[in-house]
């Protein structure tokens, strides 16, 4: 059905943007060789070393600096993607990404531990642009019916990028004394390589029709990206979104004001919040320590955090087929639960380490961070994909650019907030407040998500309405069947609705 066009745009994508996720991951191998540079050119600067207090603040920062960029990053999503374009915003979000993967380079000639930061802020700003961009671009060029799959290639390059962090971490390949500033801004190159085969890719032509009107171009995108048999049922369901947008960009404004756009925001910003409260920023960047915290030497947390890299790439892979077979809503909800059930299992096993003197709990932490991981990579495409599947094209600049700006918000907190919040309750009840916040989330995802597979977005609305009257109202939610007749939905109808149709919420 696709053309080689397609297929090319897809892997450049993945690999010069979702990829740059890499730079999340790379500080977790590479601590120990990164914490004593930081400390001897401080010394050198000072005459004196960090202490641990003032260490575990710039650690931090360090981390979360590439989500202080991302946050950036976010916000400018909808600008980007309204004024460049889908695929144009991409090529500029490379630039960036270029000019931080530099500074990060040539931040040990230059003694520079600030630097680092710096640079991360700007491999982290391209990062945010990438996770709002990212999607938007490989959903709007992907017929509806495989959109699913098209949406979790984004998360699918990202595992990967991570776990490849991992390996190039290594003191024996690039994580080493000499070579890791070359392993931070290995980025660049993948940026580089995007640069210059994108311009050759075709821009979103649901873009081209509905933000440029312009038929012409919009239907030869369309040719470049399926074969000619497809090529005009594609072409229809495009016509289709645009007959249902209206002309000009969506505003933030509308989001707050209509309460059609109001729930579907607050939808994909609680997906969002959810997966940041399974505490994925968290074991992202602190994997190593938690090995070490389960008494496993230096050398095998980094080969036990590369191991659980890989098992969180090799899950993920199996994000398209579930997605599509299972459905989006199930597969979250399975998701939140096992996550919560892991973290809850690390926490009594973490506790048994700290209080008692049981041996085998360090095989307990170990083997409780492996089900994290496998739970975790199934359904970790889903937030990033669901807020492009409940808006129209005219909206869903703006919505992609809150729920992107929401998600990197609350990793930096996490992420910032983690270490200090560890030294102050213990490690072994550091888990509490993800499973306290994952709990509470699982519960509204199941009451107000509706499954957005293979559905039209005003079909996934009509439902989203639906089951906010019977929220609202205290009802139990039953399956919900569009192809319901009005005599079979009249009952309770009546029952629910006031007589004007639906209520604001």
């Known amino acids: 059905m696709f053309t080689a066009r397609y297929y090319t745009t897809i892997i450049t994508v993945a690999i010069g943007a979702s990829a740059q996720f890499y730079s999340y991951g790379i500080v977790n191998p590479t601590q120990p060789i990164l914490t004593d540079w930081i400390n001897s050119t401080y010394k050198e600067r000072n005459g004196v070393p960090m202490s641990i207090s003032q260490f575990n603040v710039f650690w931090s920062f360090v981390v979360s600096s590439v989500s202080i960029g991302a946050i950036v990053g976010s916000l400018l999503t909808r600008w980007t993607a309204e ?3 889908r695929r144009n915003g991409l090529l500029a979000n490379g630039i960036v990404n270029v000019l931080g993967a530099l500074l990060v380079t040539l931040t040990k000639v230059l003694h520079s531990p600030e630097m680092l930061i710096f640079g991360r802020v700007l491999l982290g700003t391209s990062m945010g642009l990438s996770s709002g961009l990212v999607p938007m671009y490989l959903m709007e060029i992907t017929p509806l019916e495989y959109r699913g799959v098209a949406g979790t290639v984004h998360m699918v390059a990202v595992s990967f990028s991570d776990w490849f962090s991992l390996l190039i971490g290594l003191p ?8 890791w500033p070359y392993a931070f801004g ?3 190159l993948q940026a580089l390589i995007l640069c210059i085969i994108l311009p050759f890719c075709p821009e979103s032509p649901k873009y081209l029709l ?6 012409q171009k919009a239907f030869t995108s369309v040719k470049q990206l399926v074969h000619e048999q497809h090529v005009q049922r594609f072409y229809d369901d495009v016509v289709s979104e645009a007959s249902t947008s209206e002309e000009g960009s969506g505003s933030y404004g509308d989001l707050l004001m209509h309460s059609n756009l109001r729930i579907p925001m607050l939808i994909s910003i609680l997906m969002m919040i959810s997966q940041q409260f399974t505490g994925c920023t968290v074991v992202f960047a602190y994997s190593t320590d938690m090995f070490m915290n389960a008494k496993l030497p230096v050398d095998i947390a980094r080969y036990s955090t590369l191991a659980i890299g890989i098992v969180y790439f090799i899950f993920a892979c199996a994000a398209p087929i579930l997605i599509e077979r299972v459905g989006r809503r199930s597969l979250s909800l399975f998701q939140l639960f096992s996550c919560d059930l892991a973290l809850i299992l690390l926490t009594i096993f973490t506790a048994l380490q700290n209080y008692t003197t049981v041996k085998w709990a360090s095989y307990g932490s170990i083997g409780a961070l492996l089900f994290y991981m496998c739970v975790y990579g199934v359904g970790s495409p889903i937030p990033w994909m669901i807020t492009g599947e409940l808006f129209n094209t005219k909206h869903r ?4 650019t809150v729920a992107v700006f929401t998600a990197w918000t609350f990793a930096f907190i996490i ?3 983690y270490l200090p919040f560890q030294e102050l ?5 550091s888990y509490l407040p993800f499973i306290v916040f994952i709990t509470i989330s699982t519960f509204f995802v199941f009451l107000l998500l509706p499954e957005t597979k ?3 977005v005003d079909e996934i609305l009509e439902e989203i309405k639906y089951r906010c009257q019977l929220f609202t109202h205290c009802y139990c939610l039953p399956k919900f069947n569009r192809l319901q007749t009005d005599e079979e939905k009249k009952p309770l109808t009546e029952s629910v609705l006031p007589s004007n149709g639906y209520r604001s919420i």
């Open 415 to 417: 992420s910032t907030a």
């Open 210 to 215: 509905v933000a440029n009107r312009n038929e």
């Open 186 to 188: 290995l980025p660049g």
């Open 425 to 429: 309750v213990g490690v072994s009840w």
């Open 397 to 400: 600049a703006a919505a992609v």
């Open 172 to 179: 024996e390949v690039m994580g080493n004394e000499n070579l």
């Open 454 to 456: 293979r559905k039209p």
């Open 83 to 85: 004024h460049f374009g």
